[in-house]
């Protein structure tokens, strides 16, 4: 699997030429958090590859909702997160546990986190099997703050196709914003 988040900012003219500054802000067995400066300009993102058992998700919720209350602004959250937020996210199969959908959207709530779209496959992990035995599921997302959609002018997050393995094999995310000296 391979992640790409391509940011581009365009000036009103000329070409943008400057420094970008990452600091890794949290380092956790399920995500990594860093802050992107660039001409005084501070976003935030997070890529998660979280742990398959709702329960070894628990600490990713709690540590991700300290870190996003610690520093203010723009944040995006990106990955596998190995959750479901209802059942309608997932076919075939039972249907997914309750108390692991319930965690996942209480953190969502709690943090006010806004669920982007998705263009390309909706279900991005499957068993790969025929029959009884196949189910598929969205486990892959990405969450933003209502300071990140203030922020920016577009963002879209593109989910291409299964190859060989159970999980989409490539994400990308593409944000586009027009006067960087806006975001703040």
Not at 118 to 125: E, H
């Amino acid at each position: 699997m391979w992640w790409k988040i391509e940011i581009l900012c365009f000036p009103t003219f000329g070409v943008w030429e400057t420094f970008l500054q990452f600091t890794v802000l949290l380092n956790h067995n399920q995500c990594i958090a860093f802050s992107c400066v660039a001409e005084e300009t501070t976003i935030f993102i997070v890529v998660v590859y979280a742990f398959t058992f709702y329960t070894q998700r628990r600490d990713l919720w709690s540590s991700l909702t300290d870190v996003i209350t610690n520093n203010q602004g723009p944040w995006l959250l990106v990955g596998d997160f190995n959750a479901t937020l209802r059942a309608h996210e997932k076919i075939g199969g039972r249907l997914p546990l309750s108390v692991a959908c319930y965690d996942f959207l209480n953190w969502s709530t709690v943090n006010s986190r806004i669920l982007l779209d998705t263009a390309g496959v909706k279900y991005t992990w499957s068993t790969n099997k025929v029959g009884k035995a196949f189910f598929s599921q969205r486990l892959d997302k990405a969450f933003c703050n209502d300071h990140w959609i203030d922020s920016w002018t577009f963002t879209i997050r593109n989910t291409l196709a299964r190859c060989q393995s159970d999980d989409s094999d490539q994400l990308e995310f593409n944000i586009w914003h027009s006067g960087l000296g806006d975001v703040k």
